[in-house]
């Protein structure tokens, strides 16, 4: 059974939410910015809500480009590290700028072959 997992991204100007169950999304969301947020354990209260209406314990996988960002969710402790409760575990991945490689035209579509790359690179589990 494939496990689900919900991909969180704050930043100053939202908070974007993925969930997934092996290679099925299930829910897309944009949220306010966490800066925007008045309970403390909004975040918290959120994914622990989600992991009872699923009936599993979710992965928590928190894309953060800034400590305060992530901090202020309730996601994190003082270090940076992942917290984590009966409902949910918390891996906090360091957002980096990605550069979209050259890609040369011609005769077909290789996306397929590049998300097959992707994964085996160690972007899947």
Same mark, same amino acid.
């Given at each position: 059974?494939? #496990?689900? !997992?919900?991909?969180? @991204?704050?930043?100053? @100007?939202?908070? #974007?939410?993925? +969930?997934?169950?092996?290679?099925? /999304? %299930? %829910?897309?969301?944009?949220?306010?910015?966490?800066? &925007?947020?008045?309970?403390?354990?909004?975040?918290?209260?959120?994914? &622990?809500? %989600? !992991?009872l209406w699923l009936?599993?314990?979710?992965?928590?996988? +928190? $894309?953060?480009?800034?400590?305060?960002? $992530?901090?202020?969710?309730?996601?994190?402790? /003082?270090?940076?590290?992942?917290?984590?409760?009966?409902?949910?575990?918390? &891996?906090?991945?360091?957002?980096?700028?990605r550069r979209r490689? #050259?890609?040369?035209?011609?005769? !077909?579509?290789? !996306?397929? %072959?590049?998300?097959?790359? +992707?994964?085996?690179?160690?972007?899947? #589990?």
């Open positions: 059974m494939d #496990r689900y !997992a919900i991909t969180v @991204a704050p930043s100053g @100007a939202r908070t #974007r939410l993925l +969930l997934t169950n092996g290679p099925d /999304e %299930l %829910l897309r969301a944009v949220l306010p910015a966490p800066r &925007e947020v008045r309970h403390e354990r909004a975040a918290q209260i959120f994914l &622990e809500g %989600l !992991a009936d599993r314990r979710l992965h928590v996988v +928190l $894309s953060a480009d800034s400590q305060d960002a $992530s901090f202020c969710l309730g996601l994190t402790d /003082e270090l940076g590290c992942g917290c984590g409760s009966i409902f949910y575990e918390v &891996e906090v991945v360091e957002r980096r700028p490689g #050259r890609r040369l035209g011609g005769v !077909a579509d290789f !996306a397929d %072959l590049r998300q097959m790359h +992707l994964w085996s690179a160690g972007g899947g #589990r």
